[in-house]
């Protein structure tokens, strides 16, 4: 299994977005099967969907979403309320970082389900002990 950040949607989906080639190369041996499950969040799906909308492109948002809904490969793990408010108190506790609350819903996800690897352009991973790909 792998993680797919937000940045990483983005890439994959927006051409003028500066990680778009290395994103579609990372992306061909996902598709290949290397890494497994494509893991994400209802957050990093309303952060993308967001992102996207606000660079004025409705028609990427439907794209995304044609691309999830017919996706065998992607798995979109619900937030809880017991894993929200556990991303509020790690999001506290790290006053320190500069993570988001998404980053902090990722981080829990991952650990709850033992995923070491995140498909991200984001350091916020690295930070919290995980491997970023590409």
Known sequence: MIFVDTGAWIALLDRRDGFHQR???FHESLLRGAHGRLI???????????????????RLVQ?????????????????SP???WAAWDLLVEQEDKAWSFTDCVSFLTMRALDIGRAFAF?????????????
């Not at 794209?63 to 937030?79: A, C, D, I, Y």
């Not at 984001?122 to 590409?134: N, Q, V, W």
């Open 40 to 58: 994400t969040t209802d957050y990093v799906l309303d952060e993308s969907v967001t992102y996207l909308r606000r660079r004025g492109s409705a």
């Open 82 to 84: 017991e894993r929200f």
């Open 122 to 134: 984001d350091s916020d991973f690295r930070e919290a002990g995980f491997e970023t790909l590409p």
């Open 63 to 79: 794209t995304f979403r044609v691309v999830l809904e017919q996706s065998r490969s992607v798995e979109v793990v619900w937030t």
């Open 23 to 25: 994103a579609l190369a």
